[in-house]
């Protein structure tokens, strides 16, 4: 499964890799966790099998955080948690306006997981007049003809679009020019976007059609043991060697480059 960013380099400015930036946020899933039930300190093995990670790129990406952790007690849980969270700019909080309020929209307003990890929706924005003032997750929806005005009234950099494809290129201009410079693309569209603006793109249907392609190479090698040309199991490990379920480095999250 790809991952990226778009209009940045490979590498920070502070050196950390962009492929590293991409699995803090597992760690950091991880660790919550743990911090959850209460648990003091792990090991880097623990922590890469709960974040599906391999240990030793874990030691590798923490040693970009200065964080080492400490022979025969491991990393301390409560610290990592305030170094990932740091390292991402998630000890502040960040206002978030997502466009677009039909079933993913409205969806995404209702999900709890972003206000705990300090992404505050501040507003919901459609270009369907029937829906203004409607509440929708508590939150009134309002009409696009506000965008620029909402963007500056509540200090947003961080705009997520689910609009139908067609019009998310122009709602994507509209929120780079109301000072927009981060967007989560839902939209099954490549957007362009200046220098100095990043994209993100999710799209659900790449991922099944990533599984889709394992599952047809499954049943190929399961016809094959079947022809008695290899054994089942061995043709599953190959499978599972590869962490094909996974993606091609088995620890990246769901979402593409733009
Ligand atoms: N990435 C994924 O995995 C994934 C999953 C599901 C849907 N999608 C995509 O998300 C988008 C939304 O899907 P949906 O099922 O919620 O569609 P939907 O039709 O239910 O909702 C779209 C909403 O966008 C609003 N809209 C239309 N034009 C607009 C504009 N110019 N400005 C602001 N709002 C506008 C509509 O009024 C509607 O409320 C689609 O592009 C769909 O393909 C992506």
């Known amino acids: 499964m790809a991952t990226g960013r778009t209009h940045r380099p490979a590498t920070r400015s502070r050196g950390i890799p962009e492929a590293t930036v991409a699995r803090l946020p597992l760690y950091l899933r991880a660790l919550t966790a743990l911090s959850e039930r209460s648990v003091p300190t792990v090991s880097s093995e623990e922590l890469a099998a709960a974040a599906g990670v391999n240990s030793a790129k874990l030691r590798k990406d923490f040693s970009y955080l200065g964080s080492y952790g400490t022979r ?29 309020i039909g079933n993913l929209g409205a969806a995404l307003a209702g999900y709890g997981g972003f206000a705990s990890r300090g992404f505050r ?6 270009a369907d007049p029937a829906m203004a003032g409607k509440p929708v997750a508590g939150i009134p929806v309002q009409h696009t003809d506000d965008l620029e005005k909402i963007i500056k009234d509540n200090g947003v950099s961080i705009g997520v ?9 122009q709602v994507c201009d509209r929120l780079v020019a109301a000072g927009v410079t981060s967007i989560l ?3 099954p569209t490549v957007l362009s976007v ?21 599952e047809q190479r499954k049943a ?10 290899l054994p089942a199991a061995t043709a599953r490990g190959v499978a599972a060697g590869d962490s094909a379920d996974q993606g091609p480095d088995g620890d990246v999250p769901a979402v593409m480059p733009a």
């Open 185 to 187: 693309n839902f939209a």
């Open 72 to 100: 025969g007690v491991g990393y301390d849980v409560e610290y990592l948690v305030y170094q990932i969270s740091r390292e991402l700019g998630l000890t502040q909080d960040w206002p978030v306006v997502i466009v677009g």
């Open 161 to 169: 679009i689910a609009t139908p494809a067609g019009v998310a290129q």
């Open 220 to 229: 190929g090698e399961e016809t094959a043991a079947g022809d008695g040309a």
């Open 121 to 126: 929706v501040a507003a919901l924005i459609d």
């Open 194 to 214: 200046p220098d100095g603006v990043d994209v993100r793109k999710v799209d659900l249907s790449i991922e099944l059609q990533i599984l889709a392609f394992h």
